[in-house]
């Protein structure tokens, strides 16, 4: 059973610098392809950044240059460095994942599998 809890989401003002980190529980984390989405008030939600099985990085272009994700296997967690940010950054982040090769092989959405509850955003 995987369980994933998000944290450092914060309110900061335009140009700021955050540190999401999301912790996750259970095992085989080295088999997951992990990421983070966003979701804004009415609108769906956005994959942002993703980190392939083989650690391939992939970046929404909103965001490329300005967010930098990565993982540290042997805490099982995963990070998004957030910079420069903007009011049209904010929102709920979601750390997300995706349990097998082949889940992990779908394109957006269906590779996620698990997320957590989510960590706020606001940039102001």
């Known amino acids: 059973h995987v369980q994933l809890v998000e944290s450092g989401g914060d309110s900061v003002q335009a140009g700021g610098s955050l540190r999401l980190s999301c912790a996750a529980s259970?095992?085989?984390?080295?088999?997951?392809?992990m990421g983070w989405y966003r979701q804004f008030p009415g609108k769906e939600r956005e994959e942002v950044a993703t980190i392939g099985l083989d650690g391939t990085t992939k970046y929404t272009a909103s965001v490329q240059g300005r967010l930098t994700i990565s993982q540290d296997a042997s805490k099982q967690s995963l990070y998004l460095e957030m910079n420069s940010l903007t009011p049209e950054d904010s929102g709920m982040y979601y750390c997300a994942a995706g349990l097998t090769p082949f889940s992990c092989g779908n394109t957006w959405p269906k590779w996620l599998e698990v997320r957590g509850q989510g960590t706020q955003v606001t940039v102001s």
């Open positions: 259970g095992n085989h984390f080295s088999r997951f392809c």
